[in-house]
């Protein structure tokens, strides 16, 4: 009998925010009860109910700290086994008010766009919301003469944060505290789709009226070498989601879109694939045979194209028959081709492309195509 194939990832985990508002809630049982609980049932943003456990319980009568360890499940980032913090303080004023603060390792705001105060904490609407609902749900009493002051930190948090694109939106000293429902889905891509959108709305909101949208770290070396004069804040890695990308441009008005790529990519473009990732749709070598035929290439080596698995064979027969420049200006034209026929007259487009080694090879602005 064959074994069968163990399913990869499968297991959910917590958000940081998830994490921060229990902890903060532990934190809070310890002011009132005394002493920190060793476990703690916490009320997630999708109203789920759920068991976290709690280390460094310590307290006394003003003050208590509680941490959650973040559990990613089989989504693992950087931030997986984070110790989140909360430090629980009773404030004579600002009588039941709870008052949240960022403290070290959460990352500071530095520009707008993020719908966060500039100079305030890196810790998002839904978060936020959530780690307050969390401490009033169990502080009883405790607001009855007095304000809370919920600090969360993340020791080690500015460490964590150069893993992240935090610095590109202008998150500076440590990591963001994150989660729209609270549960981390296994391999799930939302987090990444968000940060596409959130860098776009980034880069409006500065004023910027271009964006440069690239698929992975190469691609994004390439063209902040080849654009000097962009600010930082127009590069956004938008990795496999050009749909959402292209959506948050046109809802932001901006005018001018380059697009970085290399031929596999670019390929999945130009056949009309809205979301380029590997395991989607197949590249489709007929479209590169087809361009290949376009500038001259013989029938035996479009065949050739056309039987390949991969969109990089294209691009090798080219460069041996020293047609490469021209393949990938037609490549570079049929992607404009075909978002133009999508998002007709929402904004302009040029593509450059760079091969796997990061060099130049061709550089396509729209109304450059040949019809």
């Known amino acids: 009998m064959e074994k069968k194939k163990k399913k990869k990832g499968d297991r959910k985990g917590f958000t940081t925010g998830a994490c921060s508002a229990a902890a903060a809630r532990a934190a809070t049982l310890g002011l009132l009860n005394g002493v920190v609980p060793e476990k703690v049932e916490c009320l997630l943003p999708n109203q789920q109910q759920v068991n976290f456990a709690v280390t460094d319980g310590y307290c006394n009568d003003t003050h208590a700290h509680a941490v959650v360890i973040k559990d990613a499940g089989d989504d693992p980032d950087c931030t ?24 070290e390792g959460v990352g500071t705001i530095t520009m707008a766009g993020l719908g966060l105060d500039v100079g305030g904490p890196a810790i998002n609407a839904t978060p936020r919301k959530n780690i307050e609902e969390n401490v009033r749900l169990v502080a009883g009493k405790l607001l009855n003469d007095n304000g809370l002051e919920v600090t969360i930190s993340v020791p080690n948090g500015e460490a964590m944060s150069k893993k992240t694109l935090n610095a590109r939106l202008g998150i500076i000293g440590g990591i963001s505290i994150l989660g729209t429902t609270g549960i981390v889905h296994p391999y799930s891509t939302a987090a990444f789709r968000d940060s596409v959108i959130q860098g776009i709305q980034v880069a409006a909101n500065q004023g910027q009226d271009t964006v440069v949208l690239t698929t992975g770290g190469r691609t994004e070396k390439f063209v902040i070498k080849e654009l000097p004069e962009l600010a930082p804040a127009c590069f956004v890695q938008m990795g496999d989601f050009l749909k959402y990308a292209l959506d948050t441009v046109i809802k ?39 361009l290949a035929d376009s500038i001259g290439a013989s029938a035996d080596i479009c065949n050739d194209i056309r039987q390949a698995e991969t969109a990089r064979y294209a691009s090798e027969r080219m460069e041996e028959i020293g047609l490469l420049t021209e393949f990938y200006q037609a490549l570079g034209n049929k992607v404009i081709t075909t978002l133009l026929e999508r998002y007709p007259n929402k904004f302009n487009i040029k593509v450059l492309i760079c091969d796997f080694d990061g060099n130049k090879l061709a550089e396509v602005t729209q109304g450059e195509q040949h019809g």
């Open 80 to 103: 997986n086994k984070a110790p989140l913090t909360a430090d629980v303080r009773l404030l004579n004023k600002h009588k039941g008010e709870v008052i949240l603060m960022g403290g």
């Open 252 to 290: 932001e008005g901006i005018q001018h879109v380059i697009i970085g790529g290399m031929v596999g990519k670019l390929t999945k473009m130009a056949q009309g694939e809205t979301v380029t990732h590997a395991g989607r749709n197949a590249v489709n070598t007929e479209l590169l045979a087809i």
